[in-house]
């Protein structure tokens, strides 16, 4: 019941679609772009709740991590990270992935809200080390629909895995459209 009303509410209210497959595989990293507003969050909190994987954990700032806010940021999946730390993010999170027989991580690539010519590459190094594909998801405001796309399996390249991945990306337009 409460899954027709969140649908109905997403899909009928809001007028959102979502396009491609939303079964992720059990481990991976989903990179999710263009991140420009803070609403992308709630957008891609709601749509998740949609999909039959619903257990998609993410990471942010630990600076959100503070009580009230951080017990409701951890009820819905969230890591705090510290990225002022000499302590090593991308091995704490790849070693979750080795952990748990099921880990779903979504990430901004951009590490920011503002408009970026290159990308933190933190994801990369995530998915390299747990050894697990990205799943490439846009947040098109423009036409109000979520783009999933099929997992992608990293190479050697970083240089080309990131060109690969950025093409998903090409007329993806954000809630501040200048900003994607």
């Not at 079964?23 to 507003?37: E, L, M």
């Not at 009580?67 to 409701?72: E, G, N, R, S, T």
């Not at 091995?91 to 590490?111: M, T, Y």
Request: aromatic share 18%; charged share 30%.
């Amino acid at each position: 019941m409460m899954l027709k009303i969140r649908k109905f509410i997403f899909f009928k209210i809001l007028k959102w679609k979502i396009q491609g497959d939303s079964y992720f595989p059990k481990k991976c990293v989903i990179i999710a772009a263009p991140h420009t507003h803070w609403v992308d969050f709630f957008i891609a909190i709601f749509a998740r709740s949609l999909f039959d994987e619903k257990d998609i954990s993410f990471i942010g700032k630990k600076e959100l991590f503070k009580f009230p806010l951080k017990y409701f940021l951890e009820w819905l999946g969230g890591f705090p990270v510290n990225r002022e730390s000499n302590s090593n993010s991308v091995d704490i999170i790849a070693d979750l992935f080795k952990q748990k027989e099921k880990f779903i991580l979504g990430i901004s690539p951009e590490g920011t809200r503002k408009k970026v010519d290159k990308w933190k590459t933190g994801f990369y190094y995530i998915a390299k080390k747990a050894n697990v594909p990205v799943c490439p998801v846009g947040l098109d405001f423009e036409n109000k629909t979520i783009i999933i796309s099929k997992p992608y399996y990293l190479t050697e390249s970083i240089d080309n895995d990131i060109e690969f991945l950025r093409k998903f990306y090409f007329g993806i337009k954000g809630k501040i459209p200048e900003y994607s």
